[in-house]
């Protein structure tokens, strides 16, 4: 004990010991950690890709001050919603473009179940966005795509009322219209047939819990289930990303809000209003029990609070731009 006293006395061996302490109960929760599979190394350097300071050009704009502010970014990413309006902002953001001068580009789906940083959808648009910088112009990239971090585009995005958005993809993946090997599949898998509550119960195609929540999280596993973390990652995302995010039930007010916040990507809403498109069509849709409805909500919390989040956000960004909306 006294040898240890003399030692401890010393700066030098106190830090000494401090940090070999440290590293030794670092050494022991981690492979506890391990052990008992409540985290790894890949799910801490996960966090760390979430949570590292990235900077980020002030053209890019944010939501953190419901600003409506111009912003002149050179891309713009609309990773649209199923079921939320997105077919009609589509066509919206792609007639812009062709009168303001801009490229554009439409891609495809993220499926449910990649759990990758990489997907070829985000390949390829990434290779979109470096020709437009060679060339020197403006582009409007618009995809199925959970949130990157790495993207370097300014976000929009579009929600809608989470149980009228659910019941709307469960129709719209047994529509007809849809792409015949789409079709085929879902068939194959016997899950084409299957009622409302059966394809909930089971989150088959068109059915996924806490759908929206995922497009502002990301890709992760963690991102797919909702929770109270997955929550947070998708309103932080929402936060700093995003120059605007509306919801379908103001969709004027929306495209209001963006040809000011977006004055070189995107055109004054028409006068007569939207138009929305309607590509659900083929199917016979059957009246929804109020047990399946509270269902839908009790497994969608965090699409719910997440919607709420960003009304009221989009609520405060209209009254920044002089946007009246009536509710």
């Known amino acids: 004990y006294g040898s240890f006293g003399r030692c401890f006395q010393s700066k030098r061996c106190c830090f000494l010991y401090l940090t070999g302490f440290a590293l030794v109960m670092f050494i022991l929760v981690s492979a506890q950690c391990f052990y008992i599979n409540q985290c790894s190394w ?3 350097q996960e966090l760390h890709q979430v949570y590292r300071s990235s900077p980020r050009s002030s053209e890019l704009g944010d939501l953190t001050t419901q600003s409506c502010e111009p912003l002149y970014p050179r891309v713009v990413f609309y990773n649209r919603i199923f079921k939320a309006a997105s077919s009609t902002m589509s066509e919206l953001l792609k007639t812009s473009s062709s009168r303001l001068g801009n490229l554009y580009t439409r891609d495809f789906t993220e499926e449910w179940e990649n759990e990758n940083l990489s997907h070829p959808v985000l390949t390829r648009i990434q290779s ?20 990157r971090e790495d993207i370097e585009s300014t976000y929009i995005n579009l929600l809608r009322e ?6 709307s993809h469960y129709y719209y993946c047994r529509s007809p219209i849809r792409w015949p090997i789409k079709l085929k599949k879902l068939k ?6 299957v009622t409302i509550e059966e394809c909930l119960e089971n989150q ?5 819990w806490n759908h929206m929540t995922r497009f502002f999280c990301g890709p992760r596993a963690l991102c797919k289930t909702g929770n109270d973390e997955a929550l947070a ?4 995302h929402m936060l700093h990303y995003y120059a605007s995010v509306g919801v379908m039930e103001y969709l004027n007010e929306f495209v209001k809000v963006l040809h000011k916040r977006l004055p070189e990507f995107v055109l004054p ?3 007569a209003g939207m138009r929305k498109r309607f590509v659900t069509t083929g199917v016979k849709k059957k009246p929804i029990n109020e047990s ?3 269902r839908i909500k009790q497994v969608n919390q965090a699409d719910i609070e997440l919607y709420e989040f960003a009304k009221d956000l989009f609520f405060k960004q209209a009254a920044s731009c002089g946007i009246e909306i009536k509710i």
Do not use: D, W
Request: glycine share 4%; charged share 25%; aromatic share 12%.
């Open 233 to 236: 990652h998708a309103k932080y």
């Open 188 to 193: 194959e898998l016997g899950h084409f047939n």
């Open 269 to 271: 809403a028409p006068e």
């Open 128 to 147: 979109k966005i470096a020709k437009c910088k060679t060339k020197n112009k403006k582009l409007m990239a618009i995809a199925h795509l959970y949130f």
């Open 204 to 208: 088959y195609e068109g059915c996924a």
């Open 162 to 167: 989470p149980v009228a958005r659910f019941i």
């Open 42 to 44: 890949s799910k801490l």
């Open 292 to 294: 399946t409805l509270q």
